[in-house]
């Protein structure tokens, strides 16, 4: 008897009087890093050879390894589902390591049957584990109690999982900008420990040059709070908040920094003095902000806007808004992004302004009045970001179920969406504000410092993707 293919709805067994001596199945599966996270988390083994890919730099191979028995709970879950299969008892098990498992990795387990024990009903069971080169990763020996008796259940569903793996999707944000000088950046008011620390931080990775704009006594407590030397940071006095923002936004306007942060003061601060018409940074585009969040269920990243600065815009508005983040998704390697317009319906109705803007907006698209993605709408958010819910509703488009950008139409709905994103659905959000002189990091007060050095890496590569196009 060879078992290779059961069926994958029904558990059944092989009782020892079924059991033949040279009998044997096969089991196959590719490693994946959620395997080795979710092994790492059950078992508690946190080596840092298993998860830590700058450590594992380090040690043969380069590489982050699968944890020696994640090919053990292969033999076992071999042994316990097929063969024998249902009431099979483990009696003892030896494994021998031959070499390292590796992500990507395609183990085939082969088990077969090298002994009855009738007086115990046990069989003798040799293992054998190998990879897709046929190497050989594991060998050894099990010895079980068959089942005596049939047993044919359904097979009992298993929870979903999704593996939140923060840090990782953070490192792949900063990677965006890697390579890239790093940017000269004002940071207004950094007087607590997150705005601080997040400018720090993203000075420590080479995102940014900072130049702290503010109390300096109070910085520097902070700063000593948190174990951070300032030696060789600029640092710019400003009493108060709002001088904060001033002398910052002067510095941009004066071309001595390529960006700007936001700190620890409110918003209305300092894009009050973002937009002031004498003295502010404001070109012929409308200001708005991006938010880049990476929704660990969703495939790709997802740029949301305006949920920061237009409170109820207007169709002329939106034009602008759309750009803006059309343009910064082709600076984060998005080259024709998909557009998806946000209402509460998929179809025009006169009596909900934002469908009527939204069809507006996709017949400007095709005039060439907004250039650069691939719009459609009005869109409901699952038909945006739902393949599934796209097709139940017999809507055909590129955009419907595979958004790239997702248009809100005013703040409110577009605040609570990437607020619960972030909260609710773990993502990792950065934010920025696009269509001033230069761009401006603006998350919020609550962020943490991680945020706002990943939203460095955004403006860092918005800057070089700018300087590469005046170039041409």
Known sequence: MDITNPPLDTLENITFDEIKVGDSAVLSRTVRREDIQLFAAVSGDVNPSHLDDLYARDIPGGEVTAHGMLSGAMISALLGNQFPGPGTVYVSQNLNFHATVHIGDTLTVKLQCVEKIPAAKQVRIACLVSNQDDRLIVDGEAVVAAPLNRIRRARAP??????????????????????????????????????????????????????????????????????????????????????????????????????????????????????????????????????????????????????????QPELADMVDIVQNAIDLAHAINIPNPRVALLSAVETVNPKIPSTLIAAALCKMADRGQIRGGILDGPLAFDNAVSPFAARTKGIVSEVAGNADLLVVPDLESGNMLAKQLEYLAGGLLTGVVLGARVPIVLTSRADRADARSASCAVVKRLVAHRLAAATL
């Open 158 to 311: 298993l929870p979903e999982i999704t593996v939140t793996d923060r840090q990782r999707r953070y490192e792949a944000l900063i990677a965006l900008s890697e390579g890239l000088p790093a940017v000269r950046m004002a940071v207004a008011h950094p007087c607590d420990a997150e705005s601080l620390k997040g400018a720090l931080q993203a000075m420590h990775e080479g995102l940014i040059v900072p130049v702290l704009v503010g109390p300096g006594n109070r910085i520097r407590k902070v700063a000593e709070e948190l174990g951070e030397d300032l030696t060789g940071v600029e640092m710019i006095e400003a009493a108060f908040s709002v001088e904060s923002a001033e002398k910052a936004v002067t510095l941009a306007r004066e071309g001595k920094v390529d960006a700007l942060m936001k700190g620890s003061l409110h918003t209305d601060e300092l894009m009050s003095q973002v937009v002031d018409k004498t003295h502010g940074i404001r070109t012929a585009r409308r200001i708005s902000h991006v938010f880049l969040a990476d929704v660990p269920r969703y495939p790709r990243p997802l740029l949301i806007t305006d949920a920061a600065i237009n409170i």
